[in-house]
């Protein structure tokens, strides 16, 4: 069995930790909320780093603070 390590955002506790909301960091970024929505689902494929730049400078967080590193089987 080979474990897979997966990049994934902790956009949802940033956010939690700090009582935002997707829409006020939509407001704060000029991201549009879908996109905000995707980072925090983490339903996106490519991050862009435009955008991740303006969520960590919102956020006013280094970009260590956003990612995290888990492990997953392979099925």
Do not use: H, W
């Not at 006020?24 to 780093?49: C, E, F, H, M, P």
Request: proline letters at 1%; hydrophobic letters at 35%; aromatic letters at 8%.
């Amino acid at each position: 069995m080979i474990v897979l390590k997966q990049l994934r955002l902790k956009l949802d506790r940033c956010l939690k930790e700090r009582q935002m909301t997707r829409y006020v960091l939509a407001q704060k970024t000029g991201i549009k909320y879908q996109t905000i929505d995707g980072y925090y689902k983490n339903s996106v494929l490519r991050y862009d780093a435009e955008n991740l730049s303006k969520i960590i400078t919102a956020l006013d967080c280094g970009v260590e603070d956003l990612f995290e590193i888990v492990e997953e089987d392979d099925p």
